[in-house]
């Protein structure tokens, strides 16, 4: 074995004092060993490498062998920052939780996001007398704070590739559709990315989405107890929750066993965008048969940590938990809820005929709260629609007189123009004007207001569409 490791093995992907391990970096350098020892015959065994974590095994079952393994960083789940899908002004991450997340999270059982405690967090205080003592438990238990790890995406124009390639999901890899010309294009609308960490920590990775509940929930899947989520607030996760199962569609099961043919992981990484390591990308990609997500829609993941055997997870409030997401839409649609609805009775003279208590409306700067039998003056013809679009309340007209119900989701028509480019997560448009931090820029934001009680989307346009045909 001495001439063996005098051999020169490249170690450069291998960085030893971080955990930014990519699946299988500790075997593909080993591979260069193995190969060097046969060329003296002196080990048959090839190494093997399995998910969760890297293990490799020299030898045969007669012989005591050597075996090597690099450990799963169960911190790099909850203790490294990307970016953030939630504000992070106080007052906006909020409403945002208030108005956006705990609707949703309801739906999936009374789960809650993921509790960050940023590594930076942990760095000992060198001034302090007692810097190399690590931080108190109950730091973790205060000073987590709400945190979705930000997913991005891309949809194609028909039959392009994407902007980000990556080498793809099972059925262009394994069944040989590459070999056949066919790009991801040809068999795909586009794609969602979310930052993991290594497999083996999650006994669970699940996509949600509304689109998708009500698919399943259409298909009689009963949604009983066993989807409700079980408090944490512990170091530990729950053991109890061994029994819970993940609303939506089962991406990995068991730790490590993918369930999903369009699922990619480890995906490429992105070039000329912010780098997640030490995350990984798991690509879900979106198959044009899909009748989900619908643009507008938050989507995301949850994920149900292993409880046996336990691992540190930091005071988690729940398993599952909701780890990653953002908004999803297209260049030129996205959707809405309709929080109220204006009826125009007169020329001028408008009545709000209905108001949803399903649904909060915002309220803050530029927000304005409706209720029902409020009479309204205000210039035009044709109702107008109160409508939660992504996390803003705006107005909006349709383009016919076809009339919509309150808690009812309407698609929406961005504007018109054509875009050669495929569209991505930097490219999500609010639907109005945000006063800014100057006081030009709020003056500016009076001036158009003009006494009004709020401002109609000249742009944004209700239309009579489904994105997806029965």
């Known amino acids: 074995m001495e001439n063996l490791w005098s051999k020169g093995i490249s170690t450069s992907g291998i960085d030893l004092s971080k955990e930014r391990q990519m699946s299988g970096a500790l075997s593909n350098r080993l591979v260069q060993l193995f190969k060097m020892a046969n060329e003296t015959k002196g080990l048959t065994y090839a190494p093997v490498s399995i998910d969760p974590g890297d293990y490799i095994r020299i030898g045969d079952d007669g012989t005591p062998g050597i075996a090597l393994s690099l450990p799963i960083a169960y911190d790099v789940w909850y203790l490294w920052k990307t970016v953030n899908a939630i504000s992070d002004s106080e007052e906006d991450s909020i409403l945002f939780i208030q108005l956006i997340l ?12 993921l509790r960050m405690i940023p590594k930076e967090m942990l760095v000992p205080d060198p001034n302090s007398l007692f810097s190399m003592d690590p931080p108190d438990l109950s730091f973790f238990q205060t000073n987590g704070f709400p945190f979705i790890k930000q997913m991005r995406f891309e949809t194609f124009l028909k039959d392009r590739s994407p902007e980000y390639s990556s080498p793809g999901p099972q059925e262009m890899t394994e069944d040989g559709l590459d070999q056949q010309n066919m790009g991801p294009g040809d068999l795909y609308s586009g794609y969602l990315a979310f930052p993991v960490g290594s497999l083996g920590v999650m006994e669970t990775i699940s996509f949600v989405c509304g689109s998708l509940l009500d698919v399943l929930e259409e298909d009689n899947q009963e949604y009983d107890g066993t989807y409700d989520a079980v408090i944490g607030d512990s170091l530990l996760p729950p053991a109890e929750s061994l029994e819970v199962q993940c609303k939506g569609l089962n991406l990995y099961e068991k730790a490590y066993l993918k369930t999903s043919i369009d699922v990619e992981y ?29 643009p507008g829609e938050f989507v995301g993941i949850t994920v149900k940590p292993l409880a046996i055997p336990p691992h540190c997870w930091w005071f988690q409030e729940t398993s599952p938990l909701l780890y990653s997401g953002n908004w999803f839409e297209t260049d030129y649609y996205t959707s809405g809820i309709v ?7 007169d020329e001028g003279k408008y009545a709000v005929s209905g108001v949803s208590t399903e649904y909060l409306q915002r309220t803050g700067y530029g ?9 309204l003056l205000l210039s035009g013809i044709g109702n107008i629609y109160k409508v939660r679009v992504k996390d803003q309340d705006l107005y909006l007209k349709s ?21 050669i480019d495929n569209f991505n997560w ?33 742009t ?7 994105f997806y045909e029965d």
């Open 102 to 113: 705990n609707p949703f999270l309801t739906r999936l059982g009374g789960v809650k996001p």
């Open 266 to 294: 480890p995906a490429a990484t992105m070039q000329g965008q912010d780098s997640i390591l030490p995350h990984h990308w798991l690509r879900l990609w979106l198959d044009k048969e899909n009748t989900y997500p619908i």
């Open 339 to 345: 929080l109220a609805v204006i009826n125009n009775v």
């Open 367 to 375: 927000d304005y709260n409706l209720y029902e039998g409020a009479e």
């Open 399 to 419: 383009t016919d007189f076809k009339e919509y119900q309150i808690n009812e989701r309407v698609a929406i028509v961005k504007g018109t123009g054509i875009n």
């Open 426 to 458: 930097t490219r999500l448009t609010p639907g109005k004007m945000i006063p800014g931090e100057t006081v030009d820029s709020r003056q500016a934001y009076d001036l158009i207001m003009s006494g009004q009680l709020f401002e109609i989307n000249s």
């Open 460 to 466: 944004w346009v209700i239309a009579p569409i489904t």
